[in-house]
Every structure is written in C-alpha cells, then in structure tokens.
C-alpha cells in the first residue's frame, strides 16, 4: 500500500534561515510526488511536482525538492524563508499517469519566527 | 488557468439535516475528488469520480454519497448530518488522461451542531 510520511508536525524557522521539510513515501511504482501549501482556511496550491528527469526540482515561490529514490525521499527546501511562508505543507505520492488517487501526508505546519 | 469552486466557504447545519457541498471545475477533468480535512489527520479521501454518473469509495466514505451528474460538477451528500462531520471539505479536480496533478478548490468549513 501506499503512504506519506511527514515526520515533523510542527516546525518553527527564524526569518531568512534556510528550511527544509521532509517526506518520505512508500509506493510500489513509479511515484509521482507533489508538494502542496495551504494558507490558513485557504485551499491547496501545488508548490512543485516530481516524476522523472532531473531529481533537483524548482517549483514556486523559491522552492524546490530533492527526490532520493535510494532513501524514498522527497524533501522541500527554500534558502531563506519569508514570514508569507508559514503554512501547512503536505507531500503526496501517487501515480504518474491513467486513473489515480494521490495519498497525503498528514501535513507539516511552518511558524515563522521574527 | 483552472478553476475549481465550491459553493459556500462557510456552512452551519443542524443535526439530522441532510447537506449538499458543490463543486464545479472549468477544465473539462475527467476526475474528481472529495476529501475532508481534520487537524492531525491530514487529507483523507470521502470519494472519487472518474467519470460522469461514475463514483468511487474513498477511504473514509460511511455518512456520505455523492453525485455526478455532469462532468464539470461533483456533489458530496451528507444524508443526515452529524456533528461528528464537522470538518474542513474540499474538492479536487485532475485531468487524468496525461498528468494527475489535482486542482483544489477554497474548501468549505461545515459546522454540524
């Protein structure tokens, strides 16, 4: 079966440190892997997505995400956080193409400290 | 860009009454998703359609069916609301046939007292 995790619940960053987020997946093929914000009582924007190609992925707002098919990984990394950036982040896997369900973690909320 | 809507934001109900959540896209997806959303519990999958008149029992689908009808729209039916469905409820929409990335809606945040 399928799963995400996301080991940490919380996570408190100064402002302008660096940040990083970590995933970790269980799936059987090919994942398909995705990072998602949610601001508070907003919905989900897809921050970056990952299915082959190079590991090292940009995605918005100066993101990016390292897949490590060795470690089933996919961490989030920004060099310097904005105090815009505290938010739930949630990391999902699924399946690249055809009919698919994605499976989330349980979510990584960001505080940012002034 | 895609659109994905949902009715209402906020939404208080009594208990016992039956509750519809809408949801339309604009992208012509094929699937669509209902997910409700708690603290600590993450994202967790009500239902799903890959199709019209075509649905899929998600993980946690017991209080709930849904409908749909036409392609851009995707109801979730509470059929007797309980205060245990007091949650966060959102939509998703993918295109299914080349990338499965889903598109969120705002959410709507239920309140069943």
């Known amino acids: 079966a399928q799963s995400v995790t996301q080991p940490d619940i919380h996570i408190t960053v100064s402002e302008g440190a660096s940040l990083e987020l970590r995933c970790n997946y269980s799936?059987?093929?090919?994942?398909?892997l995705f990072w998602y914000v949610q601001s508070p009582g907003q919905g989900l924007q897809l921050l970056l997505k990952?299915?082959?190609?190079?590991?090292l992925v940009q995605g918005i707002k100066g993101f990016e995400a390292e897949f490590k098919r060795s470690q089933s990984s996919f961490n989030l990394r920004k060099p310097s956080v904005h105090w815009s950036d505290a938010a739930e982040y949630f990391c999902?896997?699924?399946?690249?193409?055809?009919?698919?369900?994605?499976?989330f973690g349980k979510g990584t909320m960001l505080l940012v400290s002034p | 860009d895609v659109k994905v809507t949902q009715s209402s934001r906020y939404l208080v109900k009594r208990t016992g009454e039956k509750v519809f959540l809408e949801c339309v896209q604009d992208?012509?997806?094929?699937?669509m998703f209902w997910y409700r959303q708690d603290p600590g519990l993450g994202l967790r999958l009500i239902y799903f359609?890959?199709?019209?008149?075509?649905?899929e029992k998600g993980d946690i689908p017991e209080g709930y069916s849904v409908s749909r009808e036409k392609k851009e729209r995707f109801s979730l039916i509470l059929e007797s609301a309980s205060t245990n469905q007091t949650s966060m409820y959102l939509c998703?929409?993918?295109?299914?046939?080349?990338?499965?990335?889903?598109?969120f809606g705002p959410g709507t945040r239920l309140t069943v007292l």
């Open positions: 998703a929409s993918s295109s299914g046939t080349e990338d499965n990335e889903q598109f």
């Open positions: 799936y059987g093929a090919t994942p398909y």
């Open positions: 990952y299915f082959s190609g190079d590991t």
């Open positions: 999902a896997v699924g399946k690249a193409f055809g009919y698919s369900t994605l499976t």
């Open positions: 992208m012509d997806h094929e699937n």
């Open positions: 359609s890959y199709d019209v008149k075509m649905k």
